[in-house]
T-cell receptor
Framework: GNSVTQMEGPVTLSEEAFLTINCTYT??????LFWYVQYPGEGLQLLLK?????DKGSNKGFEATYRKETTSFHLEKGSVQVSDSAVYFC???????????FGSGTRLLVRP | DTAVSQTPKYLVTQMGNDKSIKCEQN?????MYWYKQDSKKFLKIMFS???????INETVPNRFSPKSPDKAHLNLHINSLELGDSAVYFC????????????FGSGTRLTVV
């Protein structure tokens, strides 16, 4: 079945450092891929998405490129801020599927 | 206006009790969901309704029963609560399948003592 694997956290960075959170997936067909962010005590917010191979999703300085050849959707940001501290979830939705399958989440802690 | 709202935000109750969590969305979406997030932050889908019809029903104890009186509301009723039911329950909605993504509520933290 479809699945998502994320790198384990926590990831601890200093402010202005470069961020990469790895995400790989297993799916049949052509899934859509998403990154969600969960700030402490809040629900999940859609950060970015990509619906076909080679698409790049971007928002608030975060980017991720849908790589079908490596079945990956790694999240990157060039310069993180303390306010980016949160849990980040990679997710996929299969062909014509209502179900969103989440990775296990990666906690990011950014220190001043 | 809150897009997806859940009540209550916190719920502390004793084992064996019956409780309900309510969810409403004002986005005009056709599909609503319940997810459970455990203490390790792992998210697992429980149920989904599309236009009041149940379309996803994962392996969940039958003590959990969703109800959708209309497409803007999806409630979750839990009978005979157990310690293992303690978690954060998230409601979400989407316009359709696959590439739309979800809008989530802020969650209900259920603690069973």
């Amino acid at each position: 079945g479809n699945s998502v694997t994320q790198m384990e956290g926590p990831v601890t960075l200093s402010e202005e450092a470069f961020l990469t959170i790895n995400c790989t997936y297993t799916a049949t067909g052509y899934p859509s891929l998403f990154w969600y962010v969960q700030y402490p005590g809040e629900g999940l917010q859609l950060l970015l998405k990509a619906t076909k191979a080679d698409d790049k999703g971007s928002n608030k300085g975060f980017e991720a490129t849908y790589r079908k050849e490596t079945t990956s959707f790694h999240l990157e940001k060039g310069s993180v801020q303390v306010s980016d501290s949160a849990v980040y979830f990679c997710a996929l939705s299969g062909d014509s599927s209502y179900k969103l399958i989440f990775g296990s989440g990666t906690r990011l802690l950014v220190r001043p | 206006d809150t897009a997806v709202s859940q009540t209550p935000k916190y719920l502390v109750t004793q084992m064996g009790n019956d409780k309900s969590i309510k969810c409403e969305q004002n986005l005009g979406h056709d599909t609503m969901y319940w997810y459970k997030q455990d203490s390790k932050k792992f998210l697992k889908i429980m149920f989904s309704y599309n236009n009041k019809e149940l379309i996803i029903n994962e392996t969940v104890p039958n003590r959990f029963s969703p109800k959708s009186p209309d497409k803007a509301h999806l409630n979750l009723h839990i009978n005979s609560l157990e310690l293992g039911d303690s978690a954060v329950y998230f409601c979400a909605s989407s316009q359709g399948p696959n590439n739309y993504g979800y809008t989530f509520g802020s969650g209900t933290r259920l603690t069973v003592v």
